[in-house]
Each structure stands twice: as structure tokens, then as C-alpha cells.
């Protein structure tokens, strides 16, 4: 008891309470993976449309700086010569950013997925107040960032010193090509040393993106009392719920037994089970259990076929086989309808002989024709 009324957060959160900080717009984000995913695929989109975008920046500057007389005074033949020379750089930039857009949506999305919040957006007056301005300077989410952003440091350095320890002799050689190879040597190298620094950042987002994950679970979970509150509030007091079940059970049993008198026969184990049978020749069909019951609730049934005159036949294996295969209002398993017709006709001919318009009918068999799956 002590436990539960301690107030620690030590359950997991619920399927709801993920659902409810989800549409809050709490969910395990991961700056650096989105850093990363943005980096990466700019230094990608730049290998892919760099020499596209060069050129045609090249195209562009060569025809700008070439005006003839006529472009210069002409506004109309001035603006056709801009919108020629812009329109050879659109392509290669609208890929460019294209690719870093997809990259930017993966890496943001891929811890968390994708989720609109207006609620997120909503203004807070906790974010205005310098109390909770303090705690999130000086907390322990604080301190966090400020490990990663040493550990980020730490790791660009290491990187750089690396990449240019390796590339120094190439980079010294730069000198001694010629133009324009140089410059293109020099930019290759270049995409090359941002896509390292852009990878080393997975080294940060392998720590990251599992403690962001661990710590938005650590922040939801939930106390005892909050699980079983939330219980409550969702699926309804226990207490409450089985009192509407009994109340339903008791009203089913009532309604079942207000047909027992309708009934054409009652088979009988002939204690423990008790099964109404009705059968309406002119609907067609199987016969259907109308009621059925287990020790006291089939001494009850007897009990109200006695009092209304149905006729109540003992057959232990038939009363069995019917209580566990057949529901009240089925009707009963096409196996058992050889046993049952038998049952029926006997009931049929018993009822014309006490009316005088038939013979005495001989008793039932004690062995019927139940198959042996179906014997209980």
C-alpha cells in the first residue's frame, strides 16, 4: 500500500497515455539525426548537381557580362537575357534543394515519425516564466546538451585533424596544378572533407537518438494510482462493470426461463444438466435450445417444465452432448439431429396418445445415435 501511494513513476506508460502525448506533440525527437540526415544530404546533392550548378552559373555570368547595345537599352531584350540566364541554374538548384528537403523530412521523421500538433503550437505561459527558464537552463536535459555539444566538438576536431593530416600532401599540391584543375581538385576534396564531418555526427546521433528515446519513455511513465485511474476512467469502475454483467446475466437467465413453458421437451441428464428443446414444424429448420442449465439452474428448469406440463425425457449422453455444443437460440449441431428427431418423435407421439389419436409409443432407446466426438 505503501508502494502504490508513494507517488514514484515506476509503471510503463500506457497505450492511451502515448496516444495523449502524442497529440500533444510529445514524441522522442532527435536533433542530431536530423542535423546529420541535412548534412549528409547536402554534401550528397552537391556531388550529384555541383557540376550542373557550375555550369550553369558559368552559362549565366558569360552571357550577362556579353550584353550587346541593343540588350542594354532594350528593357524587354534585357529581361528575356536575365530570365535565359537564370533559368539555366533553376534545375540543378531546385534538385539540390529537393534532395536536401527529403533528406531533412527522413531524418526528422524516422525517430518518432511524423505528427501535427496545435497543441504544441499553442502558446504556454510556463514558457514565459523565468523560474521554468532557469530549470531548463541549469537541468539535467541542460547539462545533457552540454555533453553532446562537447562530445560534437570533440569529435569535428578529431575528424578535421585526421582529414587534413591525410590530405595535407594533396592539399600542398594544389599549388603546383594548373587552372582550372586545381579548383576542381580543390572543391572535390571539399565535398569530400564536409561528407566525413557530416558521417562523423552519426557518432553522436548512435548516443542521441537511443537516450532521447529512453528518456521521453522515462518522462511518461506513469505512478500506480495513475495507471488505475486511467483504468477507470477507460474501461469504467470494476466494481460498477460487474455489477451490469450480473444485472445482464440475470436478466438473460429470466428471459431464457420465460420460454421453458414454450418448450417441447426437456432432456435431462438426469441431475446435473437440464435442455429445452423447441421445434416449430411449419418454420422448417432444426430444432433450437431455447434454455439450458447445470445443476441448480436445471433443477429449475425441470422444475418449470413440470408446472407448465412439458414433457421431460432422460438421456444423459444426448443432455451432455447438447449443453456443450449448442448455444440458447442455435440450433443444434446437424450431428445431433438423428438423437433429437428421435427425442421429438417420441414427445409427438406421446402427446397424440394422451389426446386418444394414437397408439402408446414405445420408450427411447437408451443408446442413441450420437456420434463420438460429440459425447461429453
Known amino acids: 500500500m505503501a508502494e502504490s501511494d508513494s507517488g514514484e513513476k515506476t509503471e510503463e506508460p500506457t497505450a492511451k497515455k502515448l496516444t495523449d502525448a502524442r497529440k500533444k506533440g510529445q514524441i522522442a525527437r532527435s536533433k542530431d539525426l536530423g542535423t546529420m540526415f541535412v548534412l549528409v544530404g547536402s554534401a550528397f546533392a552537391m556531388m550529384v548537381m555541383g557540376s550542373a550548378l557550375v555550369d550553369g552559373l558559368s552559362t549565366m555570368m558569360k ?42 523530412f527522413i531524418g526528422n521523421t524516422m525517430l518518432g515519425g511524423m505528427a501535427f500538433s496545435w497543441q504544441a503550437m499553442a502558446p504556454k ?61 580543390a572543391v572535390t576534396m571539399l565535398l569530400w572533407m564536409f561528407l566525413a564531418l557530416a558521417l562523423s555526427i552519426g557518432i553522436i546521433v548512435v548516443i542521441d537518438a537511443p537516450y532521447q528515446v529512453w528518456n521521453h519513455n522515462r518522462q511518461l511513465k506513469m505512478t500506480k494510482q495513475e495507471v488505475k485511474d486511467e483504468f477507470k476512467n477507460t474501461e469504467g469502475n470494476p466494481e460498477i462493470k460487474g455489477r451490469i454483467k450480473q444485472t445482464q446475466y440475470d436478466m438473460s437467465q429470466r428471459r431464457m426461463m420465460s420460454e421453458v413453458p414454450n418448450s417441447d421437451v426437456v432432456i435431462t441428464n438426469p441431475t446435473h444438466y437440464s435442455i429445452a428443446l423447441k421445434y416449430d414444424p411449419s418454420v422448417g429448420g432444426a430444432p433450437k435450445i431455447i434454455a439450458k442449465g ?15 406440463g412439458v414433457e421431460i425425457v432422460q438421456s444423459a449422453a444426448l443432455a451432455r452432448s447438447l449443453y456443450y455444443t ?51
Open 294 to 308: 447445470m445443476d441448480e439452474m436445471a433443477i429449475h428448469i425441470r422444475t418449470i417444465a413440470k408446472e407448465n
Open 125 to 185: 505561459a510556463s514558457r514565459l516564466s523565468p523560474l521554468e527558464g532557469f530549470k531548463r537552463m541549469f537541468g539535467v536535459q541542460a547539462a545533457v546538451e552540454l555533453l553532446k555539444s562537447i562530445l560534437k566538438f570533440l569529435v569535428v576536431v578529431t575528424v578535421v585533424y585526421f582529414l587534413l593530416s591525410g590530405l595535407f600532401e594533396q592539399i600542398l599540391g594544389l599549388s603546383l596544378e594548373a587552372i582550372p584543375t586545381n579548383f576542381e581538385h
Open 326 to 376: 449448442s448455444e440458447v437460440n442455435q440450433d443444434i449441431p446437424e450431428e445431433l439431429y438423428a438423437a433429437v428427431a428421435q427425442v421429438l418423435a417420441f414427445i409427438f407421439q406421446l402427446s397424440e396418445h394422451k389426446k386418444g389419436r394414437a397408439k402408446k409409443p414405445i420408450p427411447i432407446a437408451k443408446e442413441l445415435p450420437i456420434p463420438e466426438e460429440f459425447k461429453y
Open 63 to 104: 552571357r550577362l557580362f556579353s550584353l550587346s547595345r541593343r540588350e542594354t537599352m532594350d528593357v524587354h531584350a534585357l529581361m528575356n537575357v536575365i530570365s535565359s540566364g537564370v533559368g539555366v541554374v533553376v534545375f540543378p538548384m531546385a534538385a539540390i534543394f529537393f534532395i536536401i528537403m527529403v533528406a531533412a
